[in-house]
């Protein structure tokens, strides 16, 4: 089954999602599985594209008509791609750089490979970043004691542990000394910044 989704940057009218749609039809998407969004990739809500991933069973095949309308960024789009392909699902990409993506063939399994190779290789550099970062701060003294409030160092070194599969939030609640309802106040289970953390990322640096 063939699940495709669309996305245009601005939601005054200026961008249609029609071209995006006619090319999606044409590669065998039925309408009524075709998702969208009005968004900028930035955002990290989009919720068309949460959907669409929700809706993705292994077997099926997401179908895109550029690979700039996944991803926010090239992290976000490998960790994206990785995520489906360890779900069994496949990847079409149907125009730009990305159109050699096609699980169906040879190449485009090949290119899958790639992409979780790198997203391997993301982790084991967080992994890397995250134990050099919590031995600097057991060598502060910041393990143990009165849980402590989370600033901008401790919320970037959170949000890098967590992105990796094998992070244990109550252990590196622990590390930081904050409290595991801390730590998910400001981060969701796969890295990404919730409202209070993207408020703390954006305060004036002191």
């Known amino acids: ?23 999606l039809i044409e590669a065998g998407v039925v309408e009524e599985w075709i998702y969208e969004d009005l968004a900028s990739g930035r955002k990290d809500h989009r919720p068309g594209l949460e959907a669409c991933l929700k809706a993705l069973q292994p077997g099926n095949t997401f179908v895109v008509w550029k690979l700039d309308r996944l991803g926010r960024d090239l992290k976000h789009l490998v960790s994206t791609v990785e995520a489906l392909r360890e779900r069994g699902v496949g990847l079409r990409v149907l125009a730009g750089t990305g159109a050699e993506i096609d699980t169906g063939t040879a190449n485009g399994r090949l290119i899958f490979a790639i992409f979780a190779a790198l997203a391997e290789f993301e982790r084991e550099l967080i992994a890397e970043r995250t134990r050099a970062g919590l031995a600097a701060a057991r060598a502060r003294g910041r393990q143990g004691g009165r849980p402590r409030k989370m600033d901008r160092a401790m919320l970037q070194m959170a949000m890098s542990a967590m992105a990796a599969r094998e992070t244990n939030a109550q252990d590196l609640a622990r590390r930081l000394g904050i409290t595991t309802t801390t730590l998910y106040m400001y981060v969701n289970g796969d890295g990404t910044v919730k409202a209070p953390g993207q408020k703390l990322l954006d305060a004036p640096a002191r």
């Open 1 to 23: 089954m063939l699940i495709g989704y669309a996305r245009v940057s601005k939601a005054d009218g200026s961008q249609l999602l029609d071209l995006q749609r006619d090319a």
